[in-house]
């Protein structure tokens, strides 16, 4: 028997506890929404700084999937921000509304410009799960609702005089 998520984030382990305390849920989106993910990056006790690392960002359905739904760069949906190392991921409304509903990994990766550095090893930086949730007042599902076929959701009516 397992027992119940932290709810009060505590730093102190409990037996039995499957993950971490203090995990924060997913962050909730949803369809035809821009997202903005602000993040700090660091690498060992220094900040990312665009002008070192090529920064990338890609979103999968899972940490493993090979598909990537969405990929982004520094200037094309990843922005240096102030302070230095902070960072703004923005996924456009118009992709978030082909996402169907669900849990989605957002990972940033990143890669050393410098010559003398690690120029061939790609790190990564920061996994993040986010869920997407259906919306019916979002301008897009609103055309994807209005729908002029029907999908049969019961078995046909039955009359028994036409047998």
Avoid: C
Avoid at 89 to 112: E, N
């Amino acid at each position: 028997m397992a027992r119940l998520k932290d709810i009060y984030y505590t730093t102190q382990p409990l037996d039995g506890t499957p993950e971490v305390p203090g995990n924060a849920v997913p962050i909730d989106f949803y369809q035809g929404e821009d997202i903005n993910l602000d993040i700090y990056l660091s690498f060992g006790d220094q900040v990312v700084k665009p002008d070192e690392w090529d920064i990338k960002g890609v979103v999968k359905k899972n940490q493993y999937a090979k598909l990537a739904l969405w990929t982004a760069e520094i200037d094309n949906g990843v922005y240096a921000r102030k302070p230095e190392g902070m960072y703004r991921f923005l996924i456009p409304s118009d992709i978030t509304a082909r996402f169907v509903p669900g849990t989605y990994w957002l990972t940033a990766t990143m890669k050393s410009i410098k010559e003398h550095e690690l120029k061939d090893v790609t790190l990564v930086v920061f996994n993040q799960p986010f869920s997407i949730n259906a919306s019916a007042a979002s301008p897009f599902s609103r055309t994807q609702l209005d729908s002029t076929h029907t999908e049969r959701t019961m078995p046909p009516p039955f009359d028994g005089k036409t047998l």
